[in-house]
């Protein structure tokens, strides 16, 4: 069966080359959120750790860890979201960040303050929606 453009003309793309090119934005997302993520709590460390109730080094330590990420996310978008196992490798680190936010409010012995377990709640939310977009990608290839 082949597909139909809107225009009615037949679609003769691939659907995994379709697949790839709509992970390209959901990565670049992510690269452009943990990016950003990572320098904000670089140069806003102490008034972070104040406000959020979070230690400095945890912060500083969160930022490390993004800086490699960041280029791993934009390896694979240059790459045109092509490697199967980057981009669940990917989605791993992201499901991992979400349990290492959640094992932080659960276990971490950190006492945030209630701005500061809204911002871990909401930021793991957020890297759970775009693991999904990931890992929904991937599937549909």
């Known amino acids: 069966m082949q597909d139909i453009h809107p225009r009615g003309a037949p679609s003769t793309a691939n659907p995994s080359e379709t697949t790839r090119t709509s992970l390209q934005p ?3 997302l992510d690269a452009i959120g943990s990016g950003g993520s990572a320098v904000f709590l670089l140069a806003a460390t ?3 750790s104040l406000h ?3 230690s400095t080094s945890l912060l500083r330590g969160a930022a490390v860890i993004l800086i490699p990420f960041v280029v791993v996310l934009l390896v694979a ?3 045109g979201a092509r490697s199967r196992p980057l981009i ?3 989605v791993a680190f992201n499901v991992l960040w979400i349990v290492a936010s ?3 409010l659960l276990f971490g012995g950190a006492s945030p303050t ?4 809204s911002v871990v709640l909401v930021q793991a ?3 759970a929606v775009v693991a999904w977009l990931q890992y929904a990608g991937i599937t549909r290839d």
């Open 102 to 104: 959640l094992g932080l």
């Open 52 to 54: 959020l109730g979070l």
């Open 114 to 117: 209630a701005l500061g377990v």
């Open 26 to 28: 959901v990565l670049l």
């Open 77 to 79: 978008v240059l790459a």
């Open 46 to 48: 102490g008034w972070l």
């Open 125 to 127: 939310a957020m890297v």
């Open 88 to 90: 669940g490798a990917i």
